[in-house]
């Protein structure tokens, strides 16, 4: 008679810490679910981006050239978290600055470099490629992200 009313009260604290793991699962679950909804938007405007590349003769035979970012301006909502593709198609190399947005980056030939970013004010935010800087060195390379409210 003892012996089996341990053996009942072991199956209650047994279902009883059942019942309390399903419900304690089904908290997380549904707090892990509110948690996805109310963090920043997860939709991402994505933008594809190539290095291209001007090349030119001057009236005395010179040939001058100058790498660019195509499209060399791109329209950004302020708030949206944004991609950037850049991949690299002229130009070996392109270490690039976008300075207000604390973004460094490089694009290589044949490799598409991403940035992601929400920018959080309005502007217009030049991208600087660091090796093609002005007409003597290829350049200038820089495009422009405008960020609108
Ligand atoms: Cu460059």
Same mark, same amino acid.
């Given at each position: 008679m003892f012996k089996a009313f341990v053996v009942k009260k072991r199956m209650i604290q047994l279902l009883l810490v059942t019942f309390a793991l399903v419900i304690a699962a #089904?908290? $997380?679950?549904?707090?892990? @679910?509110?948690?996805t909804v109310s963090s920043e938007p997860t939709e991402t405007r994505v933008f594809e981006l190539v290095t291209g590349e001007f090349k030119s003769k001057t009236e005395d035979g010179r040939e001058i050239e100058s790498y660019v970012w195509s499209p060399g301006t791109i329209v950004v909502n302020k708030g949206e978290r944004t991609e950037l593709r850049i991949s690299g198609v002229n130009g070996i190399s392109h270490p690039f600055v976008i300075k207000e947005l604390g973004i460094e980056g490089e694009v290589i030939k #044949?490799? *598409?470099?991403?940035? *992601? $970013?929400?920018?959080?004010?309005? @502007?217009? $935010?030049?991208?600087?490629?660091? *090796? &093609? *800087?002005?007409? &003597?060195? @290829?350049g200038p390379m820089v495009g422009y992200i405008v960020v609108e409210d």
């Open positions: #089904g908290v $997380f679950i549904k707090w892990n @679910g509110a948690r #044949g490799k *598409t470099t991403k940035i *992601t $970013f929400t920018p959080q004010e309005e @502007g217009i $935010f030049p991208i600087l490629c660091l *090796t &093609h *800087t002005d007409m &003597h060195s @290829g």
